[in-house]
Each structure stands twice: as C-alpha cells, then as structure tokens.
Nanobody, 124 residues
C-alpha cells in the first residue's frame, strides 16, 4: 500500500521560512516524479513544484519560483519543500504527490498517489 505522509507545516510570519517533508512508503520511490501542490480555502488545488526521480531536474510554478526549493533523498524515501520569503498568499494545505509523468507535469490528474496534506499559515 502506497503511503505519503507530509509534515512540517505550521504558522509563520510573512518573510519567514518553513521546510515541509514528505515520507514515502510502499512504492519504488526512486522511479517517481514527486510533486507538491497546495489548496487554499475556496480555491482549486494548484501546482507548486516537482522534482524528477534523478533529483537534478526540478520545475516550479511562477508564483513560487526563486522562493521555494524542492529536493529529495531517494535513499531515505523522502522529499522536501523548502519555503523561504513566505507571503500570506502562500497560506494553504500543502500536499505531496507521486506520479509517473515527467517533472513538468502540473496537473493533479498526472499524479497517482497523494498525502493527506499539512497546513501552512502565513500571517501578515
């Protein structure tokens, strides 16, 4: 059974940083593109960033480019999202996802497995 578990969310002031983690089990982790998505209240789920199985290729939404960085450790079945210079508009539930599509895949439907999400709240 595939399981993705996010952690590291919380409350932070604008301009601060958070690091989200996602632990994967039950899947050949290194074969999958790992993505991060977020969903704010009343809004659709949106793509944040992704990283290829090789760990050298990443892709980001324009809204977070230059502020967020995703990385992965295939030996530990872990993927991370470092979020810097946080803004109130970054407030959302953040999800990690695993899929077989290329690293530039931005649609939710392109990912097969999802975590339960972790809340990130940025105060102004």
């Amino acid at each position: 059974q595939v399981q993705l578990v996010e952690s590291g969310g919380g409350l932070v002031q604008a301009g601060g940083s958070l690091r989200l983690s996602c632990a994967a089990s039950g899947v050949t982790f290194r074969r999958y593109t790992m993505g991060w998505f977020r969903q704010a209240p009343g809004k659709e789920r949106e793509f944040v960033g992704s990283i290829a199985w090789s760990t050298t290729m990443t892709y980001y939404a324009d809204s977070v480019k230059g502020r967020f960085t995703t990385s992965r450790d295939n030996a530990k079945n872990m993927v991370y999202l470092q979020m810097n210079s946080l803004k109130p508009e970054d407030t959302a539930v953040y999800y990690c996802a695993a899929g077989s599509s290329p690293v530039g895949s931005t649609r939710s439907s392109e990912y097969n497995y999802w975590g339960q999400g972790t809340q990130v709240t940025v105060s102004s």
